[in-house]
């Protein structure tokens, strides 16, 4: 998958390209997710973000209009992004929910979620879309 990913920290960069093991074709910046750094996502399916990064509705239209069509957040909450709004424009949203919040569990539950898209499975206890898909009906 194509995936870029915002706010990364230096101390981040090897945890996750660890973890990814050159499976995806990643683009790390350092700059954060807003109206001036949106054309890094341009041609991109995935981004990853920081719960430093804002996801507001104006932020999600702009990602949607570029084609991302998925967002991970590498955190446990979820509070950053609109994710009523997220929704509507029928992103897929997950985040890294595992109590281990070490940077090596966060960097290998984000490539795990990756790993699930990618095969087409759910991403169940990291999904947080909110519309209904076949894919989580399966899991019912």
């Not at 084609?67 to 955190?75: A, F, L, P, W």
């Not at 446990?76 to 609109?82: P, V």
């Amino acid at each position: 998958m194509k995936v870029v990913a915002y706010n990364i920290l230096d101390f981040e960069k090897k945890s996750l390209a660890k973890a990814n093991a050159k499976v995806h074709d990643f683009t790390l910046i350092s700059n954060p997710l807003d109206a001036s750094t949106i054309q890094y996502a341009e041609g991109k399916e995935v981004i990853i973000v920081s719960d430093r990064d804002i996801l507001t509705k104006d932020i999600l239209d702009l990602l949607a209009a570029v084609g991302v069509k998925k967002i991970i957040s590498r955190s446990r909450t979820l509070n950053h992004i609109d994710i009523e709004y997220a929704g509507k424009l029928q992103l897929h949203l997950a985040n890294t929910p595992l109590e281990d919040d070490s940077l090596e569990s966060i960097a290998h539950q984000t490539i795990a979620n990756l790993n699930n898209w990618e095969k087409g499975d759910c991403l169940g206890q990291s999904c947080h879309c909110a519309f209904q898909c076949a894919k989580k009906e399966d899991l019912k």
